[in-house]
């Protein structure tokens, strides 16, 4: 998906040429920022639920909130994701048009 994006901004902008490092650079740099969200948001959740880390049996607003970050909180990203997705204006026609047309730039 993201060669399919870097290749419909190079013939968006035939001019513009070098970019796909800066493409790569934020697909890393935000898959990154958004594991560190999650745990951060996971810690402080377990926390206030009052989680101990000692502890062999935990309080059943702990296990409460595991099932909410393993089970709801995944389902309702990926649904989101899903969504969005299907906004996402490079179907496999264009995906095809944008390589026949990278062919003959290059």
């Known amino acids: 998906m993201l060669p399919d994006v870097v290749d419909d901004f190079r013939l968006a902008n035939p001019y513009s040429k070098g970019h796909e490092a800066i493409f790569y650079s934020f697909y890393v740099f935000f898959t990154k920022f958004a594991a560190g969200?999650?745990?951060?948001?996971?810690?402080?959740?377990?926390?206030?639920?009052?989680?101990?880390?000692?502890?062999?049996?935990?309080?059943?607003?702990?296990?409460?909130?595991?099932?909410?970050?393993?089970?709801?909180?995944?389902?309702?990203f990926i649904v989101t994701g899903l969504m969005i997705l299907v906004l996402y204006p490079i179907s496999e026609d264009v995906r095809l048009r944008n390589k026949l047309c990278l062919e003959e730039l290059r």
């Open 37 to 76: 969200i999650s745990l951060g948001v996971s810690t402080l959740c377990l926390e206030f639920a009052g989680y101990d880390t000692g502890a062999c049996k935990q309080p059943a607003p702990v296990v409460y909130t595991l099932k909410l970050l393993i089970g709801a909180a995944p389902v309702a």
